[in-house]
């Protein structure tokens, strides 16, 4: 695994009560959570997981532009599906580890690009290149 699980009591008082932290192995705290829920018209578990980037007291970190750096992934799966996963708490670990951008192990594997898009990692990546566009003039 490329991440580890820090004691909770600094990020606790900042956090939803579903949320825990992590930090990834390049040294950010990310919290994450899921929640499951029923498709009204199929009867299929909705797993939605999230993960935001928090500082090291549990507080949103926000990027250059003052915006929050997370993501979420929702998947939906019949209970065949899930059976064939391992079971709900499979299913469970597996939507954690894609917002956290570890190998999830899916069986019939989506598509790579969205997993690695649903992946926390991205977004840091991506963030490195938040803010204001600067020296325009050289530019045009």
Known sequence: MTYTKPNQSQFAPNLEANEF??????????????????????????????????NADGTIYLDANGKEIKTVYTFSCDMDGINTIGGMAEFQRKMLLTVLG???????????????????????????????????????
Do not use: C
């Open 21 to 54: 932290v992590v930090q990834l192995d390049q040294g950010e705290f990310v919290a994450v959570s899921a929640t499951a829920s029923v498709e009204p018209n199929s009867g299929n578990t909705v797993m939605e997981a999230r993960a935001i980037v928090v």
């Open 102 to 140: 570890e190998d999830a192990g899916w069986p019939n594997t989506p598509h790579q690009d969205v997993l690695d898009h649903a992946s926390i990692r991205t977004n840091l990546a991506a963030a490195d290149h938040a803010g204001p566009v600067s020296d325009i003039l050289s530019l045009l």
